[in-house]
């Protein structure tokens, strides 16, 4: 979850470090620090500090110093406490080494110990500051850099991107990739690396996407790539024409409030972008190329599975609706990071789809690498095409959302239903299940309900705002209920209120309510329940919440047009104009968004950087 930015060229550095940190602080916000070889005596200069990178911004421009070698970092906490020393850089003894680390050292504790005993001192209580000690007395040891690096990946584990800056060394970066990201800009008389490439895009579009299991020499007119037991390796230079694009809120008080409101042309493009890929005919199809699946594979599919994290978990449990409805196909939803922990049956008759905003998370990446060791087809959805997740997966289906810079998922959430849902009608037609005609009406209708999304964000602005944030702003805590696809989608709402606006959020499936929880039915603890548009199932809500009206407790609802016998139970309804069944939770998404968000507002929280959270989840 950390952000690695480095240079090593001809030009002072540190400006273009902290710019490429800002770019990267979605990773992390906690601390931040830079470090370069100074130009004037040519040793150390550096600073680091607790809090964001314009913190960090104002003290180096204090400072003053700056050099034509540099690495920089903006942290997310995972080992220590956040504070002054456990932000990166880290040093070894003598401070002629330094390091910035993104990932977890597994085994630290010992590694920890044992330098202790050797007689280092060691001033943070991070994970990471043992690389810069271990890798110091390595090279002590080691004859150069190549046998030290072999040296100390024997006695890491864990996953971990590293960059290493050396006194001793003024003219390279060491860099070091196992399981977690690094890219390397390749310009003129100058080289960069960084988490992201974003963060030297405007720089050079010539990348270099580190292999897993690697290590690398970075100077600025050269680049040696290793694997792990010292065999060179080729270096695969890209181009890429994606360019940073600064943007602001455009007149929003926060990026979240501004991704809620871009989600239906979010939508708009993503289906308008898979039409032109899809099921164009009777006689031409293009989908199964792009996702690197034969129409052979599709059609004797016994079995899918859906894989994610977070928000893109929940995703993939409403998807678990569309494939079985609407393709016939038996499909598993699997959580991402208890995947690789359970029982794993590889069939030849299946397939998977990882679900990822970023498509570097670390989880989901896990799971993947599994199921590519099976040789089982695998579909990558995704908002970002030069992701990990994206070449290490067979195909992908890439999203259209832009750059969602809000550590809350809104747009994100909302082009996975609609990616899913739009797959699941291209695969029920692969198959035989639904005709032509069908797709074309499932791509109206994801137009029709983005147009509904918004629209009910706009029905109720002004009551939310003025009336009904203050109300719910001052509540301790809060139960979610869904029943069938709107209990995932209960999940996320849950997950959306505690996680902006740090309000105990509990959700259930609505049927398990007089199994335990209702317990906790009182007056105090707003009770909201998320409706559906399939008849039978919206009967069994109706009984679910007279259960919390007969236990005095207070109801909120998110219904449909019509659904007059549970609004009238209602202490807060809120109403929504009628959709394609299935796709009712994509319909109530906005409005759902927003509620938490004006709720939010109102406790004078950080909406966009909740404490704790960072966008990308690159770490176990």
């Given at each position: 979850?950390?952000?690695?930015?480095?240079y090593?060229?001809?030009?002072?550095?540190?400006?273009?470090?902290i710019?490429?940190?800002h770019?990267?602080?979605?990773?992390?916000?906690?601390?931040?620090?830079?470090?370069?070889?100074?130009?004037?005596h040519?040793?150390?200069?550096?600073?680091?500090?607790?809090?964001?990178?314009?913190?960090?911004?104002n003290?180096?421009?204090?400072?003053?110093?700056?050099?034509?070698?540099g690495?920089?970092?903006?942290?997310?906490?995972?080992?220590?406490?956040?504070?002054?020393?456990?932000?990166?850089?880290?040093?070894?003894?003598?401070?002629?080494?330094?390091?910035?680390?993104?990932?977890?050292?597994?085994?630290?504790e010992?590694?920890?110990?044992?330098?202790?005993?050797?007689?280092?001192?060691?001033?943070?209580?991070?994970?990471?500051?043992?690389?810069?000690?271990?890798?110091?007395?390595?090279?002590?040891?080691?004859?150069?850099?190549?046998?030290?690096?072999?040296?100390?990946?024997?006695?890491?584990?864990?996953?971990?991107?590293?960059?290493?800056?050396?006194?001793?060394?003024?003219?390279?970066?060491?860099?070091?990739?196992?399981?977690?990201?690094?890219v390397?800009?390749?310009?003129?008389?100058?080289?960069?690396?960084?988490?992201?490439?974003?963060?030297?895009?405007?720089?050079?579009?010539?990348?270099?996407?580190?292999?897993?299991?690697?290590?690398?020499i970075?100077?600025?007119?050269?680049?040696?790539?290793?694997?792990?037991f010292?065999?060179?390796?080729?270096?695969?230079?890209?181009?890429?024409?994606?360019?940073?694009?600064?943007?602001?809120k455009?007149?929003?008080?926060?990026?979240?409030?501004?991704?809620?409101?871009?989600?239906?042309?979010?939508?708009?493009?993503?289906?308008?972008?898979?039409?032109?890929?899809?099921?164009?005919?009777?006689?031409?199809?293009?989908?199964?190329?792009?996702?690197?699946?034969?129409?052979d594979?599709?059609?004797?599919?016994?079995?899918?599975?859906l894989v994610?994290?977070?928000?893109?978990?929940?995703?993939?449990?409403i998807?678990?609706?569309?494939?079985?409805?609407?393709?016939?196909?038996?499909?598993r939803?699997?959580?991402?990071?208890?995947f690789?922990?359970?029982?794993?049956?590889?069939?030849n008759d299946?397939?998977?789809?990882?679900?990822?905003?970023?498509?570097?998370?670390?989880?989901?990446?896990?799971?993947?690498?599994?199921?590519?060791?099976?040789?089982?087809?695998?579909?990558?959805?995704?908002?970002?095409?030069?992701?990990?997740?994206?070449?290490?997966?067979?195909?992908?289906?890439?999203?259209?959302?832009?750059?969602?810079?809000?550590?809350?998922?809104?747009?994100?959430?909302?082009?996975?239903?609609?990616?899913?849902?739009?797959?699941?009608?291209?695969?029920?037609?692969?198959?035989?299940?639904i005709?032509?005609?069908?797709?074309?009406h499932?791509?109206?209708?994801?137009?029709?309900?983005?147009?509904?999304?918004?629209?009910?964000?706009?029905?109720?602005?002004?009551?939310?705002?003025?009336?009904?944030?203050?109300?719910?702003?001052?509540?301790?805590?809060?139960?979610?209920?869904?029943?069938?696809?709107s209990?995932?989608?209960?999940?996320?709402a849950?997950?959306?209120?505690?996680?902006?606006?740090?309000?105990?959020?509990?959700?259930?499936?609505?049927?398990e309510?007089?199994?335990?929880?209702?317990?906790?039915?009182?007056?105090?603890?707003?009770?909201?329940?998320?409706?559906?548009?399939?008849?039978?199932?919206?009967?069994?809500?109706?009984?679910?919440?007279?259960?919390v009206?007969?236990?005095?407790?207070?109801?909120?609802?998110?219904?449909?047009?019509?659904?007059?016998?549970?609004?009238?139970?209602?202490d807060?309804?809120?109403?929504?104009?009628?959709?394609?069944?299935?796709?009712?939770?994509?319909?109530?998404?906005?409005?759902?968004?927003?509620?938490?968000?004006?709720?939010?507002?109102?406790?004078?929280?950080?909406?966009?950087k909740?404490?704790?959270?960072?966008?990308?989840?690159t770490?176990?």
């Amino acid at each position: 979850m950390c952000g690695i930015v480095g240079y090593v060229g001809t030009s002072p550095c540190r400006r273009f470090i902290i710019n490429g940190l800002h770019r990267l602080e979605y990773r992390g916000y906690d601390s931040a620090g830079i470090v370069c070889i100074n130009s004037l005596h040519k040793h150390f200069s550096y600073c680091k500090e607790a809090g964001g990178v314009s913190v960090l911004q104002n003290i180096a421009e204090e400072a003053q110093f700056d050099g034509c070698i540099g690495i920089g970092h903006t942290r997310w906490a995972t080992h220590g406490v956040v504070d002054q020393k456990n932000a990166h850089p880290h040093f070894n003894c003598k401070k002629n080494i330094a390091v910035v680390h993104n990932g977890i050292i597994e085994d630290y504790e010992s590694i920890r110990t044992k330098l202790i005993h050797d007689g280092h001192e060691l001033v943070s209580t991070t994970d990471s500051e043992i690389a810069a000690h271990l890798f110091s007395s390595l090279l002590d040891i080691q004859k150069g850099i190549k046998q030290a690096v072999m040296a100390l990946l024997k006695q890491l584990h864990g996953a971990y991107a590293l960059v290493f800056i050396l006194e001793e060394y003024p003219d390279l970066l060491v860099l070091v990739r196992h399981k977690s990201p690094l890219v390397v800009g390749l310009g003129a008389n100058e080289s960069f690396v960084a988490s992201d490439y974003l963060a030297f895009s405007d720089k050079t579009n010539k990348v270099v996407f580190l292999p897993d299991e690697c290590f690398a020499i970075l100077k600025k007119d050269s680049l040696e790539i290793f694997d792990f037991f010292g065999n060179r390796l080729n270096i695969e230079t890209k181009e890429i024409d994606t360019k940073y694009i600064s943007i602001d809120k455009q007149g929003f008080e926060h990026f979240m409030l501004k991704e809620i409101y871009e989600q239906k042309r979010a939508i708009f493009r993503t289906i308008t972008f898979y039409k032109a890929i899809g099921v164009h005919d009777e006689k031409t199809n293009c989908i199964w190329g792009q996702l690197g699946i034969s129409s052979d594979i599709v059609k004797n599919l016994h079995e899918l599975y859906l894989v994610g994290a977070g928000t893109s978990w929940h995703a993939a449990r409403i998807g678990q609706f569309f494939f079985e409805v609407i393709a016939k196909i038996p499909t598993r939803v699997c959580l991402a990071s208890e995947f690789r922990y359970m029982p794993f049956f590889p069939t030849n008759d299946s397939a998977f789809v990882v679900i990822s905003q970023s498509g570097e998370t670390a989880d989901t990446l896990e799971a993947l690498r599994l199921v590519n060791t099976c040789e089982i087809p695998t579909i990558a959805i995704t908002n970002v095409a030069s992701s990990t997740m994206v070449r290490e997966a067979t195909g992908f289906l890439p999203m259209q959302a832009g750059p969602e810079f809000s550590v809350a998922s809104t747009k994100a959430f909302s082009t996975q239903l609609a990616s899913l849902y739009w797959l699941a009608h291209c695969i029920a037609y692969e198959r035989g299940v639904i005709g032509l005609d069908d797709v074309s009406h499932a791509e109206e209708e994801l137009f029709v309900c983005a147009e509904v999304l918004e629209s009910a964000i706009e029905s109720y602005k002004l009551k939310i705002t003025q009336e009904l944030a203050p109300i719910y702003s001052k509540f301790d805590r809060f139960i979610f209920l869904g029943r069938h696809i709107s209990y995932p989608f209960a999940m996320e709402a849950a997950l959306k209120l505690k996680e902006i606006s740090y309000i105990f959020s509990q959700c259930y499936p609505a049927g398990e309510l007089k199994h335990g929880p209702i317990a906790l039915i009182d007056a105090k603890t707003p009770v909201i329940i998320f409706s559906v548009l399939d008849e039978l199932i919206y009967r069994k809500l109706i009984s679910n919440a007279h259960e919390v009206k007969a236990r005095g407790g207070h109801l909120v609802v998110f219904a449909f047009e019509g659904q007059q016998e549970l609004i009238s139970l209602a202490d807060c309804a809120f109403i929504v104009p009628k959709v394609a069944t299935l796709l009712a939770p994509l319909a109530m998404t906005g409005l759902m968004q927003s509620f938490a968000y004006h709720i939010t507002r109102e406790l004078g929280r950080p909406i966009d950087k909740p404490r704790n959270l960072a966008k990308s989840v690159t770490v176990e």
